[in-house]
């Protein structure tokens, strides 16, 4: 059966431990888009970990963790991840990195931070990893593929020189910076080559054998539907699908066998970078909010910049979860809401005087005022707690409220940051 883990929201839901969880009944897990822009985080036996492009299924000796070909591969980031991790006692993970998936090159990189520079105050608040203009090249046919790696050398010599043709204009006639040297670009690719060869596979066979196997198959996703550059809060947006369709395509299966889609929400909304959040909170509130959510608070796994946050938007979720195709909502942090009397929801928008229940578009999003739905809270820790009917009434309540609003089952409740903190409440393994 294949499963997917993707999230409803601006990313940070804490996929990373729901992937880790469900890893355990999982013979395979899959990073199938995205780059090192983002990062799980995820606590267990070994400690606590924010991984950026390894799947979160690494620390299970019984499972394969897979880098699709839709993932933005950043080889010595992805190796420098791998070998942390082994330091920190876990046992070598089994990987495979298709042969499919395309590279994150050093330019990538300074062209990211070398055009949020040049825009200044209209920035995207890119995390200056690459990401964009690695997608741009990979659309415009420029980008290169692992495969390609192991090809004749000069053939791979010309495509270096051709693409440095248009690299190197930029960057002396728009950028103003040094200029790019094809055989430094080529000696660094062979440095790639030697990391990357133990690894390379053709990932959709692998994964056709493994289906007729009746293997269990994992889809992890990075960020969240309202990052996706079609139906997200474009332009502030990431550069591939977050979507769990793009699923089939960046691992390489046909959509049809992807069974369940597990979306994840946060009991509160967060977000990193820029674009329209609506049931967004400032000062003290927001702050202490941020200090005491998730795990040692809320701040980018991967930029360590502090979250935005907010209250749950059941509007934004209910869409995210629409677009996910969920089966299965899996709700976190639920016991980071504690300490409040009572907590605010967002149930609808308000618009140029109009209240709707449905997510528009960016530029009627950017004119809307949340309309909140003010809760009891429950006011006790509930960590500890492992059957649903065990939860404090109106913390019962709460999810109820937000499962009837969103339309989707909360199957899932994750009450702390540990592998063990979880309530299923119907889940079907």
């Known amino acids: 059966m294949v499963k997917a883990i993707v999230g409803a929201n601006w990313g940070d839901e804490g996929k990373g431990k729901i992937t880790d969880m469900l890893a355990q009944d999982s013979d395979i ?20 970990f924010a991984l950026h492009t390894l799947p979160s299924g690494i620390f299970y000796d019984h499972t394969t963790s897979i880098v699709g070909n839709g993932v ?7 190796f420098d991840e791998l070998n942390e991790v082994i330091s920190k006692g876990v046992p070598k993970p089994k ?15 300074l062209f990211d931070q070398y055009e949020e520079e040049r825009l200044g105050g209209k920035s995207f608040g890119s995390t200056k990893s690459g990401i964009a203009p690695f997608y741009s090249d990979k659309y415009a046919k420029i980008g290169f593929q692992v495969s390609e790696l192991f090809e004749d050398e000069a053939e791979l010599r010309e495509k270096i020189e051709r693409v440095l043709v ?10 103003h910076k040094p200029l790019i040297d094809a055989d430094e670009l080529y000696n660094t690719l062979m440095e790639y080559k030697g990391m990357v060869a133990p690894y390379v596979c053709n990932v959709s066979l692998y994964l056709d054998q493994a289906m007729k196997e009746g293997k269990n198959i994992l889809l992890e996703g990075q960020l969240g539907t309202l990052k996706d550059p079609d139906h997200g809060i474009y332009p502030m947006v990431t550069s591939s699908s977050t979507l769990a369709a793009y699923g089939a395509i960046g691992a390489g299966i046909p959509p049809y066998e992807i069974k369940k889609v597990v979306t994840v929400c946060k009991a509160y909304s967060s977000a990193v970078g820029a674009g329209a959040f609506v049931s967004e909170i400032f000062g003290d509130e927001a702050e202490e909010l941020r200090v005491r959510g998730g795990d040692g608070g809320e701040f980018g796994a ?7 946050m907010g209250w749950f938007d059941c509007v934004a979720s209910k869409y995210g979860c629409r677009l996910q195709g969920t089966t299965d909502v899996a709700f976190t942090v639920v016991d980071v809401l504690g300490y409040l009397d009572e907590i605010p929801v967002c149930t609808g928008y308000e618009i140029d005087g109009k209240v709707t229940t449905e997510f528009p578009v960016t530029t009627q999003l950017e004119k809307a005022k949340p309309v909140l739905t003010v ?10 707690i492992r059957k649903y009917e065990d939860l404090p009434e109106n913390c019962r309540n709460y999810i109820e409220f937000i499962e009837k609003e969103i339309g989707y089952p909360i199957t899932m409740i994750s009450n702390g940051p540990g592998r063990d903190d979880i309530i299923y409440r119907g889940f079907e393994k």
């Open 95 to 109: 990987i495979l990195i298709s042969d499919r998936a395309q590279i994150v090159m050093p330019y990538h990189i």
């Open 72 to 78: 933005a591969l950043n080889i010595p980031v992805f």
């Open 375 to 384: 809760l009891p809270g429950w006011k006790c820790d509930i960590r500890g």
């Open 302 to 308: 991967t930029t360590g910049r502090p979250r935005r």
């Open 166 to 175: 248009q690299k190197n204009v930029l960057l002396e006639h728009l950028y």
């Open 29 to 48: 897990i899959i990073r199938f888009q995205g780059g090192a822009n983002a990062g799980h985080t995820i606590i267990n036996n070994y400690g606590k």
